[in-house]
């Protein structure tokens, strides 16, 4: 890319870039800024666009100087000379005109004053001062409007939910069915205590089965009945009729073989329904039924996702809740996804300290913690996520802070180009309620970060 330098700045230099060094200038001359306070973000803008920063920053230095002699000299020849040469620096000309003007209105205004009864001119200086300051005011706020807009993530389409046919509760009740199943078995291997019940009567008359069976192993005649191994009328048949003649140690295994298959054939189907399960997990993520999904980790018992989908249907406090019950290791990448979640919580119910402090606590350690590692490009997710997508009403301007931090300190292990963490740290420092304690505190750590 050619160089930017002050004779071609006109032509090859940017709108927006022209129009901040107009606005500086303004700021610098007519209402006192110090300039050297604000060479940092000059630099920065001009890097961003490829431009040479030292010419611009010599040529406007030139052009502060220039514009102090004219302010300064009564000399017409004089004036008329530095004003064609601030024309040819870094500033347009509607700028110099306007602030050339403004240099004027004030000598004449101080001229006619003179004229005018001490009274009068103080309440017409008082008039002008608050008039420019109403301006300026506006202006400033207009500018940092424009410029939030700008740098900020802001929300773009809210992610409503969708109507969607789903047999999930039929799936968990199958669920709970066999695992019911399983526990059943194991319970009542040998339980002399165990009844047939009413439907096994025709059952009982049809099979022969020996009454020394039913009063001493009932659990094995219902084990028998219900076996897909034994399955034909001859083999039962066989199997109640072997009773009488075996041994205690073949009765023992055949209770082991059957109750084997039949916790065999449970889990198979135990899988067979996650399978199902986690499919209509994909259709409900994208139906966004954040209900249904916790229902399913809560069935689970998966704590995490419990707290993760809480805070998705805006129930801070519950996951919350939920993810301080979390027992896990201290350790771990699962310990380091509720930590993440509890602090998004804290952020989406506008606690900033708290929310602050936790992000911190985590973020300054990720350059060494390979778990903390693992975790942060969801977090970076997540927070993108409900910026761009939830209606939840918390402070947007602070997660682009947040969501800064995570760039900042994850330098190196996030990659993403096309983020600029100075972006959101301008953001948050432009927007915040300068009022609000918590976020004065913060400001004042982000600045120096920022410096």
Known sequence: MQERTANNRLSRMSS???????????EVVLNGKDFNSQKKWLKKYVEAEGGNYENIEKGLERYLDKVDVYSKTKDK??????SSELNTLFVSEKITNEIIAEIEHKKNNKKSSKTNIYIVVFVIIIGVISVIIYNNHQKEKQRRFLRIQEICLTDTLYLKKENIDTDIESLISDYKLHLQDINFVEKNKHNKSFSLGEEYKNDIREYNVPIDMIRNDPFLVELILKSKSIASYEEKRYWFGLYEFM???????????????????NNIEISYILERIDDEKKHLTKAHQYEILYQISEFKQEVINMAWYKILLGEFDEALRI????????TGSNYYVNEFNMALSYMLKNDY????????SLLKKCQYNKDIQDVLILSVDDIRFFIAHSNYNFDRHFANLILALHYYYGNGIINDEKYNYDNGFECFLLAFDEENKELEYISKEVKDIVR
């Open 16 to 26: 927006e870039l022209q129009e901040y060094i107009n606005e500086l200038v303004k």
């Open 77 to 82: 020849t004089l004036k008329n000379q530095v």
């Open 247 to 265: 041994k205690e140690s073949k009765i023992e295994k055949l209770y082991d073989i059957l109750i084997r298959e039949r916790k065999k054939l």
């Open 323 to 330: 993810a301080k019950s979390y027992q896990g290791e201290n």
């Open 353 to 360: 300290k708290k929310a602050y402090e936790y992000y911190m």
